[in-house]
């Protein structure tokens, strides 16, 4: 069942409607000077009527509640895979078409919501009515929250949000292909919707993607880079605070990226980029001035 979730406080003081007149009518025993009184009070009310229908049209979201099925960790403390089941609400789970789109996320009785990017697939939602998460727990945040919640605990879902990638800007595949991803921290989410949604990876002759955190303990989905190599995308973890015996890259990943560069024909190049904005920032700059297309650069915002 979808619940509209409005918020609108009173706009009449019960006390002030049933005396207000009594004490007005002692007050200015003529009724002109009543009606005179009266004006001030009616614009007030129907000034704090039209910013309380203000604060109903900007909550337009349909809210589905909807169980949680698993939360476990995913790589550290910090950071949990979250599977929530919108079996019973098919127009919602068949709403996320792309990789790259995102809903909010509620907890009853928490005002705030979070904003969350969708891990899984589309395809995963629409056969199996679920939707998966990587969820950072951040001290004070309704992702804590629920990250603190069990299996059977309710949440309220937003209708799925955003255009996703736009993978039509690097396509066909014949014509891009080579296609470097970055990513850091939770920021994987998203790419691991689309590299399992399949985009044409072993299609391509170059896919790379540069996989950025802390160290491995904070690393998630290290159990699926073999299925995204056999799908033809290469996984470059890069660290920047690595434990002793670390051989990989590390560092940042733009840095990684920096030194290998190998981008051979710019103009059949494409890049998919989620994570932190300095990141995002300097990447784009290096690709750039490689000569790769600012349109060829995807982002899910």
Not at 20 to 27: E, G, V, W
Request: glycine share 6%; with cysteine.
């Amino acid at each position: 069942m979808s619940i509209l979730s409005l918020s609108l406080s009173p706009f009449l003081n019960p006390t002030l409607s049933s005396h207000a007149p009594s004490r007005i009518q002692s007050l200015h025993p003529h009724p002109s000077s009543s009606m005179t009184f009266l004006k001030p009070l009616h614009h007030h009310l129907r000034r704090r009527l039209s910013i309380s229908a203000a604060a109903v049209r900007q909550d337009t979201n349909l809210w589905t509640t909807a169980p949680l099925l698993t939360i476990s960790p995913a790589a550290s403390e910090s950071l949990f895979h979250v599977t929530i089941d919108v079996s019973d609400y098919p127009d919602l789970a068949t709403s996320h078409t792309k990789p790259g789109q995102y809903l909010q996320l509620r907890i009853p009785d928490v005002e705030k919501p979070s904003f969350l990017a969708i891990a899984s697939p589309p395809s995963l939602a629409a056969s199996k009515g679920v939707f998966e998460f990587l969820v950072k727990s951040i001290s004070g945040s309704t992702a804590e929250l629920l990250c603190g919640l069990r299996k059977g605990d309710v949440v309220d879902l937003s209708q799925v949000m955003g255009k996703g990638f736009d993978l039509d800007q690097i396509s066909p595949v014949e014509k891009y292909q080579t296609v470097v991803i970055f990513a850091t921290g939770s920021g994987i989410s998203p790419i691991r919707s689309l590299i399992e949604a399949g985009f044409g990876a072993d299609k391509r002759s170059d896919v790379r993607l540069y996989y950025g955190a802390r160290n491995l303990k904070r690393m998630a989905y290290q159990d699926r880079f073999e299925n995204w190599a056999s799908s033809g995308v290469k996984v470059v973890p890069v660290l920047s605070q690595p434990d002793d015996g670390w051989t990989g890259e590390h560092g940042y990943v733009q840095a990684a990226f920096a030194r290998a560069k190998n981008i051979f024909s710019p103009q059949s190049t494409g890049a998919v980029l989620c994570g932190q904005k300095q990141m995002a920032e300097e990447v784009t700059s290096l690709l750039v001035a490689d000569g790769v297309s600012t349109e060829k650069i995807l982002k899910n915002f």
